[in-house]
């Protein structure tokens, strides 16, 4: 079973060639409306649309899902910087997610 | 190619049927006296197809050495997104897409924000347009932030 990389976004914009198609971990702030599917570093970054200091999600916005909007998330998926999402405004996609869950103060990431 | 970048080949990645290909009867690379009648012809070419498909299709219009504006044939997206659009050339000038169709959850009559449609506008300096599932024709341009809607339509 393929390890993954428990990593803080920003060193995951940093370095996207180490991470390509890697399973990586990443908690952040959600969007998950339509045409803004993403992860930012942070809150402020969503609230001024630095989507460059954001990955997009490759994710269906069922029921479940949207209820992550405008949370901090856990995000659980491969990685692929070739994919800048749409009109290639962000800095690489988490594709295949196999977690998405909100993320509160205090919670520590299940092994 | 007059816009100076590399042609995108619109029926890339799925094995479907693209909205405009040589084979079909677009009108892609048409010459038309305006930007904005360039952008409507294509989004009135593309918008049946995304709706059909539930996907979006986009591309930019550039200026010809004559004066002329025509239209680069529309790379095929996702259902919510357009992560193929090429980038901007030195000769484009503006940008179009559609929405697909219409999904109860989604606003797509209307032009994402800051961090979609229109932060890609302000971002190129580039007016954009959208056909939207009801066949609504929209423009949106960065140097006022104001959205207006078209008489024109692009029927589904």
Known sequence: MAEIMFISLIQLIQHPETYHQKQVRVIGFASLKFEGKAIYVNKEDYDKAITKNGIWLDVELTDEVRKNHEHYVLVEGTFDKDRLGHLKLYSGTIKNIKRLELWQSGDKPKP | ?156
């Open chain 2, 1 to 156: 190619m007059a816009s100076g970048k590399k042609t995108t080949d619109p029926a890339a990645g799925d094995g479907s049927t693209p909205a405009c290909s040589p084979s079909s009867s677009c009108n892609a690379g048409k010459k038309y006296a305006t930007a904005e009648e360039a952008a409507v012809a294509a989004m009135k070419e593309a918008n049946p197809k995304s709706v059909h498909d539930n996907r979006e299709y986009g591309g930019w219009v550039h200026k010809n050495p004559d004066g002329t504006y025509s239209y680069d044939p529309p790379v095929r997206g996702s259902i919510d997104g357009l992560d193929n659009i090429p980038d901007k050339g030195a000769n484009d000038v503006l940008w179009y897409h559609t929405h697909g169709a219409y999904d109860p959850h989604y606003d797509s009559e209307n032009f994402s924000g800051d961090d979609g449609d229109k932060g890609y506008s302000k971002g190129n300096n580039a007016v954009g347009y959208v056909a939207t599932p009801s066949g609504a024709i929209k423009k949106y341009d960065p140097a006022t932030d104001t959205v207006t809607t078209l008489p024109d339509t692009a029927p589904p």
